[in-house]
């Protein structure tokens, strides 16, 4: 039989077979659409689809993802072909439909918009392709997303902020890339919390597209305007932040940031605790993006039945005085930074996770080459982990929770 046609007759039979069970079943089976058979194969197309590509962040997920698809098994039975789109919208929904058409079996993506991609992917998902997002999400309720996104890093590092100014102070703002629902979700919950002290003055206010050079040009700018400035809310590229203050020779504030490797050796630096550095280290961990490609391979090979659709990925959590060096090439449970020059600066170092991705080394997050002697490991059976629903982040017609802003990794300093 014709390669192609025996692919359209599989897919039009699984089709078919997905409307009857609707028609037979109840409602409540089909609300989300039937996005994969549970019938193994040999072969698997996979697209690893990138909107905003460019910094470490963006690299070291990308490269998770390829170094997993060379280990073994999956390096026998899955071909992985990479798609960047960069940040227009109309640019990824064109990449998503040559993938459909593709015949892909699935799609691993950090998309660009929570809600400009929906129709494509719905249309994706009823010819049986199978979507996850990582660390960026989508409201279409057939995808899948793997994110950190509602575990609160806008509020929690906003109150860490505002702890150490005792609730008063000149700050900037320095944002991620306009219109992505992760630097949505991450303001939101700042400004929740920074409106709340009158005290504090948001006197700067711009996007260092999770970018250090990018974050120190644009820092550097809000520098000359404001001088007096008391503190630096940042998201990715806050390493940038920090060589703007160092550049201008201005005096070192408290800052948060994300997990590059530069951010946390300043903070655990004496010389710059001494002239006014402190703050905490959180953020989005790279390794998402490998979470989220084991969970598609071990669906798509029928090895887990995923009950939810939105997932969330633990929240990093270190503050300045936990900041622990570690003696060789890889984090571990004992230690989160790497070494002054064993890395560049703004590597990221939320991307190790023994528990989820054992499989992974230094040269898988740097190179994209899988471990030597490695294997697949299966991931726990509590790897997907519920999060909350969020309104226009992960889920449209839906409410949030009562406590949306909850505060979960630090008081405010006026409840201490």
Not at 238 to 255: F, S, Y
Request: net charge neutral.
């Amino acid at each position: 039989m014709n390669r192609a046609f025996e692919f359209k007759a599989s897919r039009l039979h699984k089709k078919m077979m997905a409307l009857l069970a609707c028609v037979v079943a109840p409602l409540a089976l089909c609300a989300f659409p039937s996005a994969v058979s549970a019938t193994p194969k040999d072969h698997y197309v996979i697209y690893l689809s990138l909107s905003y590509s460019g910094n470490a962040w963006q690299s070291e997920a990308a490269n998770l993802v390829k170094a997993l698809a060379k280990t073994p098994p999956y390096d026998k039975m899955v071909e992985l072909r990479e798609v960047i789109s960069g940040t227009d919208v109309q640019a990824q929904i064109s990449a998503y439909e040559s993938m459909i058409a593709a015949g892909a079996d699935g799609v691993v993506s950090f998309p660009v918009s929570p809600t400009a991609l929906n129709r494509t992917i719905k249309r994706g998902c009823e010819k049986g392709v199978l979507f996850y997002m990582y660390d960026s999400t989508v409201t279409e309720p057939c995808a899948y997303n793997v994110s950190y996104i509602t575990a609160g890093f806008g509020e929690n590092t906003a109150q860490a902020l505002v702890n150490e100014l005792h609730g008063k102070g000149k700050i900037f703002l320095s944002r991620g890339v306009p219109g992505n629902s992760v630097d949505k979700r991450h303001y939101d919950g700042a400004m929740k919390v920074f409106k709340a002290y009158p005290g504090i003055q948001v006197v700067a206010e711009y996007y260092g597209y999770w970018d250090d050079r990018t974050t120190q040009q644009e820092t550097a700018k809000a520098l000359a305007a404001h001088p007096d400035v008391d503190g630096i809310w940042a998201q990715a590229g806050e390493n940038g932040a920090l060589k703007a203050l160092i550049a201008a020779n201005h005096k070192l504030v408290p800052m948060t940031g994300e997990n590059s490797n530069g951010f946390r050796l300043g903070l655990a630096n004496p010389e710059y605790k001494a002239k006014g550095l402190s703050g905490v280290s959180s953020g989005s961990p790279p390794a998402a993006a490998g979470l989220a490609f084991k969970m598609l391979m071990e669906q798509l090979q029928g090895k887990r039945e995923m009950k939810v659709h939105n997932i969330e990925y633990a929240l990093p959590w270190v503050p300045a005085d936990k900041v622990v060096v570690c003696k060789g090439d890889k984090v571990t449970s004992d230690c989160n930074a790497l070494a002054e020059g064993k890395v560049p600066d703004s590597f990221v170092t939320e991307v190790f996770n023994q528990v989820l991705l054992p499989e992974i080394s230094l040269q898988s997050a740097t190179d994209g080459i899988p471990t030597p002697g490695a294997s697949i490991q299966p991931l726990p059976e509590d790897a997907a982990r519920a999060a909350a629903n969020e309104p226009g982040i992960n889920c449209a017609k839906c409410d949030a929770p009562a406590n949306l802003y909850q505060l979960t990794k630090i008081e405010s300093f006026d409840a201490k």
